[in-house]
Structures are given as structure tokens and as C-alpha cells.
């Protein structure tokens, strides 16, 4: 079932979206080398409740923590621990989200931690490119297959493996809703998907290739190959024209 919003959800979205985003840019603010994976999952914690809000992912199905961090060959959904230092030439993937007055956001970026080299950087940029090239095609009655061609064909194009096994997810009232948004389709194949639909567009390439394996915590995916992986989301509004995102 394809759950359209209204007016005054949308404004509750847009209140839990405001928090992830400004929740984010505090993170990238505060990332440095040297710190513990715990100590970044404490800021993003303490802020969000600032913001009078609960961090959405902590406890979520047994989930431990307030944001998934992942670290170069790990996909998403990687455990914070005050054993895991942060080092230089990493790239970091911090993925959270937060509920307020029964509504969530959701978004993930990949930060690069100082002098990263060129091929993670490239790909990080790539992973946001992705992200931003199935937007120009979102609008109301869009085919999921043209969301996910766009992703996947921008990634083909630098030889990249796109992950099949994980894939983005309608958003509001719950934190995982229908419609799951796949990063790869055929164009004009899929659903439609309407205006005043709350998504989460979510690409998630590997330097090589799209396999994936899962740690014992039955949580973290990690690359199948062990080269790296980023992440890039956003929750967005589909509207009668485009689409706008709630999470910058």
C-alpha cells in the first residue's frame, strides 16, 4: 500500500527531517580523527534530543545505537564502539534518523576523515551523484524502475558494483514504510509512485563488486570483496513537479 500524506504529516516529516539534517551537519562539524566511533554516535545522540526528539534507529529491531557508522569496506548499518577509532584516509558513513510527534526522517552521508585517496574520493562523489541524478526524474506518477535505472547507470559508468541486497524505503509515521525504493530498475517499469509520498532514495556503491556479506552481529554489511563503500540518503516529498528534499 502506497501511503500518501497529508498537508499536517507532511509538516510533522518535515520537523523530524529538519532534525536529521541539522543533526548531520553537526556530525561532519565534529568528525576528526582520532575519536571512537562511540564518541561521534554520542553527538548525534545528545543533539537530537536537544532538539526534542529520539533518535529513531537506537533500539530499532535490537539496533544498539542512535546511527549506524561504517567505515570503508562496510556497507551500512555498522555498530559505533568505543573501541573503533576513526583514522586518517578512512571514509565514514554516519546514516541516523529521528522521531518527533510519531514522524521520522532518515539520511545518511559519507564523510572523507583528511587526506583521503583519489579512488574513495571519487567514489563518495559519485554515490552523492547518483543520488542527485534519480532526483531530476522524481515527480508525481514516476516509475520506481526510472528511480532506480538512474542510480544504477551513473554508477556503471565508473565500473562501480551497485548493492542489490539493501535498498531504500517509503517513510512517515513509521521509519521503514512501502514501498521499497531499489537503486536499480528498468526505465518505465514499476509502480507509480504519487505526489505527497515521503521516500528515502538511498544509494549504496562498491568500489567493486555489488556483493555483500553480513558480520556476525547479523547487522553490518560489508563488501563481499573488502574495497570500500559509500552511502548517500536523503528523505524527500514527492510533489506534482519535482521533488523536494527534507534533509539538507
Given at each position: ?31 576528526r580523527v582520532g575519536m571512537t566511533t562511540a564518541q561521534l554516535d554520542k553527538v ?10 529520539r533518535p529513531n534507529f537506537l533500539h530499532y529491531n535490537g539496533f544498539p545505537a ?17 573501541h573503533r577509532f576513526i583514522e586518517e584516509g578512512q571514509i565514514v558513513s554516519v ?154
Open positions: 500500500m502506497l501511503n500518501v500524506k497529508t498537508a499536517e504529516q507532511i509538516k510533522l516529516i518535515r520537523q523530524a527531517c529538519k532534525i536529521v539534517g541539522d543533526t548531520l551537519k553537526v556530525v561532519e562539524d565534529n568528525i548525534a545522540y545528545d543533539f537530537i534530543v536537544k532538539c526534542g526528539a542512535s546511527s549506524c557508522i561504517s567505515i570503508d569496506e562496510e556497507v551500512v548499518h555498522g555498530f559505533p564502539s568505543k546514516d541516523l534518523g529521528a522521531t518527533i510527534h510519531g514522524y521520522n526522517g532518515d539520511a545518511a552521508r559519507t564523510f572523507c576523515i583528511g587526506e583521503v585517496s583519489p579512488a574513495k574520493r571519487q567514489l563518495v562523489e559519485v554515490t552523492k551523484e547518483c543520488f542527485f541524478k534519480a532526483l531530476k526524474v522524481v515527480k508525481g506518477g514516476v516509475r520506481l524502475g526510472d528511480i532506480g535505472f538512474e542510480v544504477s547507470s551513473h554508477a556503471h559508468k565508473f565500473g562501480y558494483g551497485v548493492v542489490t541486497e539493501l535498498v531504500g524505503h517509503g517513510i512517515g509515521s513509521q521509519l521503514h514504510e512501502d514501498p521499497n525504493i531499489p537503486n536499480y530498475g528498468f526505465k518505465g517499469r514499476g509502480i507509480r509512485l504519487p505526489s505527497n509520498m515521503t521516500i528515502c532514495i538511498e544509494p549504496m556503491i562498491n568500489m567493486g563488486t555489488p556483493e555483500v556479506v553480513f558480520s556476525s552481529n547479523g547487522w553490518t554489511a560489508l563488501t563481499k570483496d573488502g574495497q570500500p563503500s559509500a552511502h548517500y540518503e536523503n528523505t524527500i516529498l514527492i510533489t506534482d513537479d519535482g521533488a523536494e528534499i527534507l534533509t539538507l
